[in-house]
């Protein structure tokens, strides 16, 4: 016999062997078979008999559907939010977690504080947010005592962690926010090893006051000298919402001389504006205060708007409160110059096409007053919805004022290479 025949004859006898092994198994398992069997039959049968067509199918039918009603109601009862009612486009939203539930961990008083802060929106807008939260740091690095076997160097990157989760965990944080907290880890990275830890400490911290002094307070003296060139006397102005930096432009324009008028838009549940008309007419601003759904009827009057920013993508759209997108589309239409105001430190390399990719919930304490809070929350069919942010479009912005000069939406990608990235 040649090799091959004889590897066959093996491949024959083995598959023989291992028919024999199995047939042993197979006959317990059938001997087993037969009392399943039966015991399956008889419950086949009870069932069938149960299933019998007959006139009290009927009744059998309806409380069927009704405990179908009752376990759809019952898991519709279970969903929360924006599910409950089919709104699942909204869940991923951000929104407040535990506004006033207790501090875990190592977390400083002064975080919790501004966690409660950032929770009742008794803080609010970017700048004022970032001010708060830097501050904070501030208390947390001068109160923090390098553990044993380790240095401040690794270990501070660690204990702030837990801090800025639980400044989340009050409100989603903003991308200024971000920046700043991504700026402050890198001090941290590179601090000396060897200098002492006070010494280190209070670098830190004057490293903090740099930053929050050339990142924030002269860029909004920088932007408001060049804003000011754009406000030419007999102008009315038109803003919407509150911003810090808009409002610091009005003022210094108003303090220069500059003869113009301005128009407030507003609109709910947040009713900024309330806020910076009350301080333009203080400092002696003519002042219009209107409400968003009014805007068509004097936008015509307008000549030049001026807005804040949330944050500003590198694509050159515009993060901002929800309803800036529609006045951009308005202005356009009018070919009426829409300018915005940003710090360059709200620069995110993200890329958003609209506004439900991310964003914020305004709460029901700020949606709703007080005295019909309950009236509303008792509606069964009811889910208060309020987007705090909208995204316009670059093709709907004139031009963006920031520190470094007056850029167009197209040139915002250029930022962190104008500046350094390591700035940004």
Avoid: W
């Amino acid at each position: 016999m040649s090799k091959q025949e004889r590897r066959e004859l093996q491949e024959k006898q083995r598959a023989a062997k291992e028919v024999a092994k199995a047939q042993p198994a197979k006959g317990a398992k059938a001997a087993n078979k037969p009392s399943q069997a039966s015991q399956d039959n008889q419950s086949s049968k009870k069932l069938s008999k149960a299933a019998e067509p007959s006139t009290p199918s009927l009744g059998a039918s309806a409380s069927a559907k009704s405990l179908n009603a009752t376990s759809a109601s019952t898991s519709q009862h279970n969903l929360t939010g924006t599910e409950a009612f089919g709104l699942r486009i909204f869940s991923h939203f951000g929104a407040i977690k535990h506004p006033s539930g207790p501090a875990k961990g190592d977390i400083h008083p002064a975080i919790v504080r501004l966690g409660r802060q950032f929770a009742e929106f008794a803080i609010t807008g970017a700048n004022a947010r970032c001010i708060a939260t830097l501050t904070a740091f501030q208390s947390v690095i001068q109160d923090y005592s390098t553990p044993p076997n380790t240095t401040l160097s690794r270990h501070l990157t660690t204990h702030l962690s837990h801090q800025i989760n639980h400044l989340v965990g009050a409100r989603p944080m903003s991308v200024s926010m971000a920046n700043a907290i991504k700026h402050i880890k890198v001090e941290i990275t590179n601090s000396d090893i060897d200098m002492p830890e006070q010494n280190a400490k209070d670098e830190l911290c004057h490293k903090i006051d740099l930053y929050i002094r050339d990142r924030i307070i002269v860029a909004d003296k920088v932007i408001r000298t060049t804003a000011l060139r754009k406000i030419q006397d007999g102008d009315t102005i038109l803003t919407y919402a509150r911003s810090s930096v808009v409002e610091k432009v009005l003022l210094y324009a108003h303090s220069k001389g500059r003869e113009f008028s301005v128009i407030v838009v507003d609109s709910r549940p947040m009713l900024e504006g309330k806020g910076l008309l009350s301080k333009l007419s203080s400092a002696g601003i003519r002042c219009t205060y209107i409400l968003l759904p009014a805007l068509p009827s004097i936008i015509d009057e307008v000549n030049i708007v001026f807005v804040g920013a949330h944050s500003m993508l590198s694509n050159g759209a515009v993060f901002s409160r929800a309803g800036t997108a529609m006045v951009a589309m308005m202005a356009q239409e009018r070919s009426i110059p829409f300018v915005v105001c940003c710090e360059t430190y709200k620069y995110s390399e993200g890329i958003h096409l609209d506004s439900f990719t991310k964003n914020e919930l305004a709460p029901l304490s700020v949606s709703i007053p007080a005295a019909s809070s309950e009236e509303v929350q008792s509606e069964p069919n009811l889910q208060i919805l309020n987007p705090l942010y909208d995204l316009t479009p670059p093709t709907n912005i004139t031009a963006v004022v920031t520190e470094v000069g007056v850029i167009p939406p197209s040139s915002v990608s250029s930022l962190p290479f104008a500046l350094g990235r390591q700035f940004i």
